[in-house]
């Protein structure tokens, strides 16, 4: 499949199997976000992969869009060690984060597995919960399985805004 077309298949899917997710397909999607690009290459970012009952279950404590999944990634930044901008101290760990996490994005479509960035969590209450992700800003969780039989993607998605409302050439 074409990038740009995994791009267009690719959707945030609010209805997930619990089914377990095949390691070989789960080591396609970490590699996919190991090779991922980050500011100086300084890879500032760790993943957890929340696969236990315990896991799960805290993971249902801090957001309630876990959407039928069984498998969770949580991709966290270290600040202290990413790149920094020095015209103006912009930290650069989210946006390393955000790339890894549109790599693992685009890797769960490629297995032919389903997501959706879950931003609204309690960090606070997640590092707590999990002390070995403490020190770190935590960026995203990601319920992954296959998609439900009743899986659809939002009636918004492809509505997008023309070229010309969001490209300027100078």
């Known amino acids: 499949m074409s990038f740009l077309n995994l791009a267009r298949e690719r959707y945030s899917c609010r209805s997930l199997t619990p089914d377990a997710i095949d390691p070989s397909k789960l080591d396609a999607i ?3 976000a190991r090779v991922a690009p980050t500011a100086v290459n300084k890879q500032p970012f760790h993943i957890w992969v ?9 993971i249902g404590q801090v957001t ?20 920094v901008r020095k015209s103006d101290n912009a930290n650069f760990c989210d946006v390393d984060a955000s790339i890894v996490a549109t790599h693992i994005m685009l ?3 490629d297995q032919g597995l389903a997501t959706t960035w879950v931003g609204l969590f ?3 209450l997640m590092a707590q919960l999990f002390p070995q992700m403490q020190g770190y800003h935590l960026d995203a969780i990601f319920p992954i399985g296959a998609p439900a039989d009743d899986a659809e ?10 070229l010309e409302n969001i490209v300027s050439f100078i």
């Open 30 to 32: 970490l590699e996919a």
């Open 64 to 83: 309630k869009y876990t959407f039928g999944a069984r498998t969770f990634i949580v991709v966290g930044s270290k600040p202290d060690t990413a790149w």
């Open 107 to 109: 890797a769960v479509t």
């Open 122 to 124: 309690d960090a606070p």
């Open 153 to 162: 993607p939002s009636p918004r998605h492809t509505e997008r805004q023309p």
């Open 50 to 58: 929340v696969t236990s009952d315990e896991g799960v279950e805290r």
